[in-house]
């Protein structure tokens, strides 16, 4: 069984600060990395992919891979109360393998 | 542009009773997946339907079947059902042939919960 594993949490932030997620996976030959964002008693949603190493960035996101290392990070700048949520890490393998979800908690 | 349609949403079953969930995938995507959600184990990959034929499958015992149409619609059958069965069951579709390339749109979800 391929692990994606995430802590956790809760992550409580201020307003304003940098949010801050990781993941890391077990399964080297992995090739596809996502986060996803899940609402409490929604479905989840995709908020960024990223493919190779290095950084990715989309407005207040960033997406971090690092292949070596089997890690995977998001961090979220000028963080909103909007963004409490629990954030998912997903890794491509012979399936798509979720990480149990990061509970993020922005208090303003 | 509809997106993901699963039915019913909610529905309650005795231990041993069977049930099917069905799911509509977004027009154009062929690609439907399952997840069971629960609070302890989080989202886990139950199967991978394209163009009618099963691609992957988790490891679930044989209780746990699915299957796809020739218009993508997908469906998912648990039989002798357990208490351990109840759960939020996902599915998700995706535009992209290439299993775990691109983006899953996830429906609603159909809540099942075992008496």
């Known amino acids: 069984q391929k692990e994606v594993e995430q802590n956790s949490g809760p992550l409580s932030v201020p307003e304003g600060a940098i949010a801050s997620l990781n993941c890391t996976y077990s399964d080297r030959v992995s090739q596809s990395f996502f986060w996803y964002r899940q609402y409490s008693g929604k479905s989840p949603e995709l908020i960024m992919s990223i493919y190779s190493n290095g950084d990715k960035e989309d407005g207040r996101f960033t997406a971090q891979l690092n292949k070596a290392s089997q890690y995977v990070s998001l961090l979220i700048r000028d963080s909103q109360p909007s963004d409490s949520a629990t954030y998912l890490c997903a890794v491509s393998g012979y399936a798509l393998n979720f990480g149990k979800g990061t509970s993020l908690l922005v208090t303003p | 542009k509809a997106g993901v349609t699963q039915t019913p949403r909610y529905l309650i079953k005795t231990r041993g009773q069977q049930v099917t969930l069905s799911c509509s995938p977004i027009s154009g995507h062929r690609s439907v997946s399952w997840y069971q959600q629960t609070p302890g184990q989080g989202l886990q990959f139950l199967f991978e339907?394209?163009?009618?034929?099963?691609?992957n499958k988790g490891n679930f015992p044989g209780r746990f079947s699915g299957r796809q149409f020739s218009n993508s619609r997908s469906e998912m059958n648990v039989s002798t059902l357990e208490l351990g069965d109840s759960a939020l069951y996902l599915c998700a579709s995706s535009l992209e042939d290439t299993p775990w390339t691109g983006e899953l749109f996830f429906g609603e979800g159909s809540r099942l919960t075992v008496l």
């Open positions: 339907y394209f163009s009618e034929t099963q691609r």
